[in-house]
């Protein structure tokens, strides 16, 4: 099976998926969601673009890539994992690029949301608050696991990753860095 591709003889799909991206990345990082206006008419032109530069092959390509692309990211909106402009952009990504570039900067993606998702939660942190509730841990650890593991309830609250952030970040990585991508180590 083969896995390689150049996304530099791929212009106009390389094109439109840097404007996609970053148009959705400045609008969910500014406002917190990516709008339908962005995302139908990059999925339109993913499969307009499969149509002139590969006819029904191109299309059935662009088909799988919005598939492998979107497939993971339905699955976390059904959980409450993602919202819904984040399936749409990546499954808008996976028709542009077509199978292989789609997986690609899907997971070169998701290794940039957990960056991001890293640097969100340290700056979160309440240092001091987490230093006493160790403390209070390994105090109460002699006690018994169950005990001591009462102490470390975490709090309630709901921070999301900005996701097209992070598929910008993903795409760029794929373009600018071909041979160091997700799937170039498995190739």
């Known amino acids: 099976m083969d896995t390689t ?4 003889l791929m212009p106009a799909a390389a094109a439109l998926a840097v404007a996609c991206t970053m148009t959705a990345a400045v609008l969910d990082h500014r406002h917190g969601h990516i709008p339908n206006a962005v995302t139908y008419p990059c999925l339109l032109g993913g499969f307009m673009l499969a149509a002139v530069s590969g006819d029904l092959a191109g299309i059935g ?20 994992s ?10 808008a990504l996976g ?33 001091s608050v987490l230093a006493r509730t160790v403390g209070l841990f390994a105090l109460l650890l002699p006690a018994g696991f169950r005990d001591a593991a ?6 309630e609250t ?15 990585w794929c373009l600018f860095m071909p041979d160091f991508t997700p799937l170039s180590f498995v190739r």
């Open 150 to 155: 009462s102490v470390l309830k975490p709090r």
């Open 95 to 127: 028709a542009i690029l077509g199978l292989w570039p789609a997986i690609d900067v899907t997971l070169a993606s998701l290794m940039a949301g957990g960056v991001i998702a890293v640097f969100s939660m340290a700056r979160r942190v309440q240092w």
């Open 5 to 8: 591709y150049d996304l530099t």
């Open 158 to 172: 709901h921070h999301t990753v900005r996701f097209g952030v992070a598929a910008a970040l993903g795409l760029l």
């Open 82 to 91: 993602c919202g819904g402009g984040d399936v749409k952009l990546m499954a």
């Open 61 to 80: 390509l662009a088909f799988a890539g919005l598939l492998a692309a979107g497939l993971i990211f339905i699955i976390a909106f059904a959980a409450g």
